[in-house]
């Protein structure tokens, strides 16, 4: 890839001697080209949106592109009815996974949402795990640009920030929305999505999910419902987890390299008087390249697993509270391990954002251990395991669950990862 980005010929390469100032792209004439075109730029950007925070994606122009495209495909509003059957079914999934962890309920403000609101209160956990490479790509931009150009254009380098930032947002804004189309709840890619304490279904994807099974509405809300609040349980009451899973992605999206052939592909030959047309040309989706360091893949496969262990503990309890209740318990956790497993459009695209699939690619494995731990050493035995990340299966385990169950963990008194409780269930400081 050249190192001279957006098309730009460097100082006394061959160009047209018919173009005016071909013979130096970076004289006077081109740089005040260049100027213009930054400031009608800018002024395009405040027309739009601003950055909004100090962070360096656009989350402002972000949140109306995901909207937009929800609006389009139609995204009406939640009605009574339908927001009174997802409280109904969110509180009966909790009162059959009473019965099956001992994980308590983790869900305090049972919710309906619609798409927008979906991404609306999902938005704060996007920003941290999508910054990182936003901030790659935003110091890419920036530092791409010819020693001679940023001389000359001295402050103005920072309005070519603030377009990469609305490039990087206009992309989020896409991956988001088309998320927002295919998820069934707040929990559905495995990461703490909503505030604490509340859990979601949205009815619309609900009924979408359901399309083609040839199971009972009710009967797809509530096993849908059981598998959100199973994952609520793990994230409210697993005090690690949350902040595992966030730095996992954000370790591996901290190592993201950007491509920026496409981008200068797409601008070379560009008029630099035309900001509409240089809007257009960089509006086309990022090319992202994982550093193959040693770290990210630690980080990968740190990731990867964790994933696997948290869905495979749901799919371990949610069909064991399912399975004599449920008639199309193993249909409903076949389309749901098959949705996980292949992924839809919408991850796809979300793996253009951050450079990764956030799928768990041994949920089966994991819920074959999770499930020989509880026929081993019972649910107090299995869910304990939860206690501290020293005590959770790796990778290596999900390979021969049998030793993990009969060895390691057998090994392992789980009493010293817990604090010393008082006899209000609280912490005990003096213990």
Same mark, same amino acid.
């Given at each position: 890839?050249?190192?001279?980005?957006?098309?730009?010929?460097?100082?006394?390469?061959?160009?047209?001697?018919n173009?005016?100032g071909?013979?130096?792209?970076?004289?006077? %004439?081109?740089?005040?080209?260049?100027a213009?075109?930054?400031?009608?730029f800018a002024?395009?950007?405040?027309?739009?949106?601003?950055?909004?925070?100090?962070g360096?994606?656009n989350?402002?122009?972000a949140?109306?592109?995901?909207?937009?495209?929800?609006?389009?495909?139609?995204?009406?509003?939640?009605?009574?009815?339908?927001? =009174?059957?997802?409280?109904?079914?969110?509180?009966?999934a909790?009162?059959?996974?009473?019965?099956?962890?001992?994980?308590?309920?983790?869900?305090?403000?049972?919710?309906?949402?619609?798409?927008s609101?979906?991404?609306?209160y999902t938005?704060?956990?996007?920003?941290?795990?999508?910054d990182?490479?936003?901030?790659?790509?935003?110091?890419s931009?920036?530092?791409a640009?010819?020693? &001679?150009?940023?001389?000359?254009?001295?402050?103005?380098?920072?309005?070519?920030?603030?377009?990469?930032?609305?490039?990087?947002?206009?992309?989020?804004?896409?991956?988001?929305?088309?998320?927002?189309?295919e998820?069934?709840?707040?929990?559905?890619?495995?990461?703490?999505?909503?505030?604490?304490g509340?859990?979601?279904?949205?009815?619309?994807?609900?009924r979408?999910?359901?399309?083609?099974?040839?199971?009972?509405?009710?009967?797809?809300?509530?096993?849908?419902?059981?598998?959100?609040?199973?994952?609520?349980?793990?994230?409210?009451?697993?005090p690690?987890?949350?902040?595992?899973?966030?730095?996992?992605v954000?370790?591996?999206?901290?190592?993201?390299?950007?491509? @920026?052939?496409?981008?200068?592909?797409?601008?070379?030959?560009?008029? @630099?008087s035309?900001p509409?047309?240089?809007?257009?040309?960089?509006?086309? &989706?990022?090319?992202?390249?994982?550093?193959e360091?040693?770290?990210?893949?630690?980080?990968l496969?740190?990731?990867?697993?964790?994933?696997?262990?948290?869905?495979g503990?749901?799919?371990?309890?949610?069909?064991?509270a399912?399975?004599d209740?449920?008639?199309?318990?193993?249909?409903?956790?076949?389309?749901?391990?098959? =949705? =996980?497993?292949? %992924?839809?459009?919408? &991850?796809?695209?979300?793996?253009?954002?951050?450079g990764?699939?956030?799928?768990?690619?041994?949920? =089966?494995?994991?819920?074959?251990l999770?499930?020989?731990?509880?026929?081993?050493?019972?649910i107090?035995?299995?869910?304990?395991?939860?206690?501290?990340?020293?005590?959770?299966?790796?990778?290596?385990?999900?390979d021969?669950?049998?030793a993990?169950?009969?060895g390691?963990?057998?090994?392992?008194?789980?009493?010293?990862?817990t604090?010393?409780?008082?006899?209000?269930?609280?912490?005990d400081?003096?213990?």
């Open positions: 890839m050249s190192d001279i980005p957006f098309g730009f010929n460097r100082p006394g390469d061959p160009g047209d001697e173009e005016p071909s013979q130096d792209p970076f004289g006077a %004439g081109n740089m005040q080209d260049f213009a075109m930054l400031h009608q002024d395009m950007l405040s027309n739009q949106s601003t950055s909004s925070g100090d360096p994606l989350w402002d122009l949140k109306d592109i995901a909207r937009h495209q929800i609006a389009e495909k139609g995204d009406p509003s939640v009605l009574d009815a339908q927001r =009174r059957a997802v409280v109904e079914a969110l509180r009966l909790d009162l059959w996974l009473d019965e099956v962890t001992t994980h308590p309920a983790g869900i305090r403000t049972p919710q309906a949402w619609s798409r609101e979906w991404i609306e938005l704060p956990v996007w920003s941290k795990v999508c990182p490479m936003a901030k790659r790509m935003v110091e931009m920036g530092s640009m010819p020693e &001679e150009m940023q001389a000359v254009a001295g402050p103005l380098v920072g309005m070519v920030r603030q377009m990469a930032g609305a490039m990087v947002g206009g992309q989020a804004g896409q991956a988001l929305g088309a998320l927002a189309l998820v069934v709840g707040s929990a559905d890619i495995g990461l703490p999505l909503a505030p604490a509340v859990g979601a279904l949205l009815p619309s994807g609900v979408e999910f359901g399309e083609g099974l040839e199971v009972d509405e009710d009967e797809v809300r509530v096993y849908l419902a059981l598998r959100e609040a199973a994952h609520q349980r793990l994230f409210e009451h697993v690690w987890l949350r902040s595992h899973l966030l730095r996992a954000e370790d591996y999206a901290s190592g993201i390299t950007v491509d @920026l052939s496409k981008i200068e592909d797409a601008v070379a030959g560009i008029d @630099l035309n509409e047309a240089l809007q257009q040309a960089l509006g086309g &989706e990022l090319s992202l390249t994982p550093d360091t040693p770290q990210q893949k630690a980080a496969a740190r990731l990867e697993t964790m994933l696997a262990l948290v869905e503990w749901v799919d371990t309890v949610v069909n064991a399912a399975k209740r449920l008639p199309s318990t193993v249909k409903l956790a076949e389309a749901v391990r098959r =949705r =996980r497993a292949t %992924g839809g459009p919408a &991850e796809r695209t979300f793996a253009t954002l951050v990764l699939e956030l799928r768990p690619r041994r949920l =089966r494995e994991a819920a074959a999770w499930t020989s731990l509880g026929e081993a050493r019972g107090d035995g299995r869910d304990g395991v939860w206690a501290h990340p020293d005590l959770m299966p790796t990778a290596e385990d999900l021969d669950p049998a993990f169950v009969e390691k963990s057998a090994d392992i008194d789980i009493t010293d990862f604090e010393p409780k008082g006899e209000d269930g609280k912490p400081e003096e213990a």
